[in-house]
């Protein structure tokens, strides 16, 4: 039998499992199909989420998906199921459109987005021990920092890196919606940066 924690642990397991598996996909479909494509397929995608949420608010069962949602939705998410999904797309859809003639800088913040925060989530779960705000930790806030560092380096100079990387563990870090927030700020600053 699971404890709690143990219950926890597994569901964000689970959660940025899939995270990572549809973010992987997402970026090979960006690169592939360019900023306006990905925008459509992206928008059908959120629009269907946001018909399944509807439904499963509704108590209607949809196969496979409502066991994925039971799976990984967090307790604060219950009003909206899927909420962190439609979040995730509608950023995207706004970064997509936003920045559609920069495809490095939607990639960039898409791949902060997709690994900084599964991978700080993880190191957190695992190695927290040094809480700093809510479910935050300082481990995993320092594994944020630096898999974004990486990510961002990747495109962009090392003190464009830095500097983006530093302003996005502090917004990761404060009580918004890091599905939403996170991203439009990397790529914002991004934008402004360089």
């Known amino acids: 039998m699971q404890t709690k924690k143990e219950s926890k642990h597994y569901k964000e397991y689970a959660r940025k499992t899939i995270h990572l598996i549809f973010g992987i996909a997402f970026l090979i479909m960006i690169q592939i199909l360019g900023t306006t494509q990905s925008a459509y397929i992206l928008f059908a995608l959120l629009i269907i989420g946001l018909i399944a949420s509807f439904l499963i608010m509704k108590k209607i069962e949809l196969p496979i998906l409502s066991t994925i949602v039971k799976i990984v939705e967090r307790e604060n998410e219950k009003k909206l199921p899927g909420k962190a999904a439609i979040m995730f797309f509608a950023s995207a859809i706004i970064r997509l459109i936003i920045f559609q003639n920069n495809k490095n800088l939607v990639l960039t913040s898409l791949s902060v987005q997709i690994f900084a925060d599964a991978f700080a989530a993880i190191i957190g779960i695992n190695f927290g021990k040094h809480k700093i705000f809510r479910e935050k ?35 990761e870090i404060l009580p918004l919606d890091d599905n939403l927030f996170v991203p439009l700020f990397t790529a914002g600053l991004l934008k402004i940066l360089i």
């Not at 974004?148 to 464009?160: K, M, S, V, W």
Request: hydrophobic share 60%; charged share 5%; proline share 3%.
């Open 137 to 171: 930790t300082l481990e995993g806030s320092t594994t944020f920092f630096i898999i974004a560092l990486i990510c961002i380096n990747y495109f962009y100079p090392l003190h464009i890196a830095i500097i983006t990387a530093l302003i996005a563990t502090i917004v």
